[in-house]
């Protein structure tokens, strides 16, 4: 479906480090200078789902493929980016394109580590994000605000309703607050969308902790927590190097000592990609076979054909039926064939709203 998630940051707060971690398609360089990255590194990202590995178990197919989703590694961000700064119109060019952000926090001390902000604070930090932001989004609001004031003021309904939404979007704005808290109806953001306004954007924060903070946290990751209780958005708290060294171990079995080392249960990258996704509101269905178990990204409310259009368009376009077993009842009665003997398997028609979880075969004609 080619979503995006965008991760974004100061300079040398372990942007690189993470991505490097998470992507298992490209290595973006990490290094300890200002923007080390320029050009935004792209990588697939394969989505844990213990659905999939159960089904597989079930069904034995010859492969198994997840479903993905695409991350970008932007350069880092610094103050005076809406103006320009440190190459900040191209950087905040890449966040526009991308659907979501994963802001990534430094939230340990290591004086090996450049800061040219002083003391670490989590506080201060994502407020210079914020207001590099805001500061962009404003700008794009003006150039459309005063053209719709002047139509609002001929009386143009239309128009008057735009100029309304722009004006609330510019007030808010002004008080130093993202979009995204801001309550538009989805006729509000009609007006709005074609600015691409970056503080609309859903984010995910990730506070970067050394190593001794991996499991309890510490007394920055938890000013942060409290820090973005009003915006109601996560904060998965991790270290991103050792989830890199996680990452570059090709044998399960030393990733899994490795984590027994450090008394992990997962990768707290999976946390990460499954949180980045449900970010997406996106959902998982699954079509199994002896060929292969598959999982197949879907938005949240499509219907079947839509459903199948990701399969093929053809699908869509000739789409008859679909074949559908919810993924508990797939496990409880152990493969198809006993799900339709009783009564598992469902058809559902144009309008049926596909589940999170659903193992489904399609019918289509073209």
Not at 117 to 142: R, V, W, Y
Request: proline share 3%.
């Amino acid at each position: 479906m080619g979503l995006q998630a965008g991760i974004v940051g100061l300079p040398n707060v372990g942007k690189s480090t993470l991505f490097n971690a998470v992507s298992n398609s490209a290595k973006a360089q990490a290094s300890n200078y200002r923007f080390c990255t320029i050009e935004p590194n792209i990588g697939l990202v394969n989505v844990p789902d213990e659905r999939m590995d159960k089904l597989a178990e079930l069904v034995k197919p010859n492969r198994t493929v997840p479903t993905q989703i695409e991350i970008v590694d932007i350069a880092g961000l610094v103050k005076g980016a809406s103006k320009g700064e440190g190459l900040g119109n191209k950087f905040l060019a890449n966040i526009r394109e991308v659907d979501a952000i994963v802001h990534v926090i430094r939230c340990f001390e290591d004086e090996n580590i450049l800061r040219d902000e002083g003391a670490i604070n989590p506080i201060a930090d994502k407020e210079i994000i914020d207001t590099e932001l805001q500061l962009k989004d404003l700008d794009s609001i003006d150039k459309k605000y005063s053209k719709a004031e002047k139509l609002a003021k001929t009386g143009d309904v239309k128009a008057k309703a735009e100029y309304e939404i722009l004006k609330k979007c510019k007030e808010h704005l002004e008080k130093g607050k993202n979009i995204r808290e801001l309550d538009l109806s989805k006729e509000d953001k009609i007006a709005v969308a074609d600015l691409f306004l970056l503080t609309d954007k859903p984010v995910l924060y990730v506070a970067n902790v050394d190593e001794a903070s991996m499991h309890t946290g510490n007394k920055f990751s938890e000013a942060l927590i409290k820090a973005v209780v009003e915006e109601n958005a996560q904060v998965i708290v991790m270290n991103n190097s050792i989830e890199a060294q996680i990452s570059e171990m090709e044998d399960p079995a030393d990733q899994q000592l490795f984590m027994e080392e450090y008394k992990m249960k997962e990768p707290a990258l999976n946390k990460l990609i499954r949180s980045t996704y449900k970010l997406l509101n996106l959902l998982t269905y699954f079509t199994a076979g002896v060929q292969e178990v598959r999982a197949w990204t879907i938005h949240e409310g499509w219907k079947a054909p839509q459903a199948a259009s990701v399969i093929h368009t053809d699908f869509e376009k000739g789409f008859i039926k679909a074949e559908v077993i919810a993924y508990q009842d797939f496990v409880q009665y152990g493969s198809e064939a006993a799900c339709r003997e009783n009564g598992k398997l469902r058809i559902e028609g144009k309008e049926y709203v596909v589940k999170d979880g659903d193992v489904m075969h399609f019918r289509f004609n073209v």
